[in-house]
């Protein structure tokens, strides 16, 4: 029963603290950094997006393990993802970073 005490005190403590700021105005309080304050990005992004078949903005959403310490297969494998389905990108895992620049 204590820990269970303790655990909703910890809890109500992180999503009950008030610093007097809402939500709404620290997000007002933010200014876009500057590659984005002409808008000019925002276009660039909905013109591409928007010229993508429905698979391809699906494929956009995944990322892909990618092991530069496999086989040839793997790299096949990952190869066919990108030409075939335009995945979203590629995580690296193991090898050195020669090695996952030339996979």
């Known amino acids: 029963m204590t820990k269970l005490l303790s ?4 809890l109500s403590t992180f999503f009950f603290t008030n610093d007097n700021v809402s939500i709404s105005e620290k997000e007002n309080d933010r200014t876009p950094p500057p590659f984005l304050q002409n808008g000019e990005a925002k276009i660039w992004v909905d013109k ?8 391809e903005r699906i494929s956009q959403l995944f990322m892909v393990a990618a092991y530069s310490n496999k086989t040839v ?9 990108i030409t075939n389905y335009n995945i979203g990108g590629l995580i690296f895992f193991q090898g050195g970073p020669q090695r996952q620049a030339k996979l």
């Open 48 to 55: 591409t997006f928007s010229t993508l078949t429905e698979t």
């Open 7 to 10: 655990l909703f005190f910890v």
């Open 73 to 81: 297969e793997h790299t096949k494998s990952i190869d066919n993802l």
